[in-house]
T-cell receptor, first 113, second 114 residues
Framework: GDSVTQMEGPVTLSEEAFLTINCTYT??????LFWYVQYPGEGLQLLLK?????DKGSNKGFEATYRKETTSFHLEKGSVQVSDSAVYFC????????????FGGGTRLMVKP | DAGITQSPRHKVTETGTPVTLRCHQT?????MYWYRQDPGHGLRLIHY???????DKGEVSDGYSVSRSKTEDFLLTLESATSSQTSVYFC?????????????FGPGTRLTVT
């Protein structure tokens, strides 16, 4: 079945550092890929998405490129802020009947001033 | 943001008691989902619905049942709560458009079974 693997955290960075959170997936067909962000005490918010190979999703300075050859969708940001501290989830939507999402385990990011 | 509310937001209950969680949406989305979130597991799908009275099981459906009698409401029931069902429960919705496959999430319900 479908699966998503993302790097375990927590990831601790200083403000303005470069961020990479790795995400790889296993799926049949051509899944859509997503990054969701969860701030403390809140639900998940869609951060960005990509629906086909070589697509780049971007939002709020975050980027991720759909790499079919390496089955990866790594999240990057050039300069993190304290306000980016949150848990980040990589997810895919496969070709199943209910368009269900399969999530990675989440990566907690802590940004220090 | 899709208008998704969940109730209650917090609940403490005893082992063996029935519990019902409610998800309400105002977006007229066709699909609705119940997930549970546990440390190290991300979110795992419990049940989902693809229309009124149309539901199906997800990855971790044992011990849970659902009902959807109206487009806007999706209920999750724990018939006899167990400590392993202590978790944070999230509802999500998705529109029926073929080109739109992202899901929108509610704020969550924290359930503690003692």
């Amino acid at each position: 079945g479908d699966s998503v693997t993302q790097m375990e955290g927590p990831v601790t960075l200083s403000e303005e550092a470069f961020l990479t959170i790795n995400c790889t997936y296993t799926a049949t067909g051509y899944p859509s890929l997503f990054w969701y962000v969860q701030y403390p005490g809140e639900g998940l918010q869609l951060l960005l998405k990509a629906t086909k190979a070589d697509d780049k999703g971007s939002n709020k300075g975050f980027e991720a490129t759909y790499r079919k050859e390496t089955t990866s969708f790594h999240l990057e940001k050039g300069s993190v802020q304290v306000s980016d501290s949150a848990v980040y989830f990589c997810a895919l939507s496969g070709s199943n009947a209910g368009n269900m999402l399969t999530f990675g385990g989440g990566t907690r990011l802590m940004v220090k001033p | 943001d899709a208008g998704i509310t969940q109730s209650p937001r917090h609940k403490v209950t005893e082992t063996g008691t029935p519990v019902t969680l409610r998800c309400h949406q105002t977006e007229n989305h066709r699909y609705m989902y119940w997930y549970r979130q546990d440390p190290g597991h991300g979110l795992r799908l419990i049940h989902y619905s693809y229309g009124v009275k149309d539901t199906d099981k997800g990855e971790v459906s044992d011990g849970y049942s659902v009902s959807r009698s109206k487009t806007e409401d999706f209920l999750l029931t724990l018939e006899s709560a167990t400590s392993s069902q202590t978790s944070v429960y999230f509802c999500a919705t998705k529109g029926g458009n073929q080109g739109s496959n992202e899901q929108y999430f509610g704020p969550g319900t924290r359930l503690t079974v003692t």
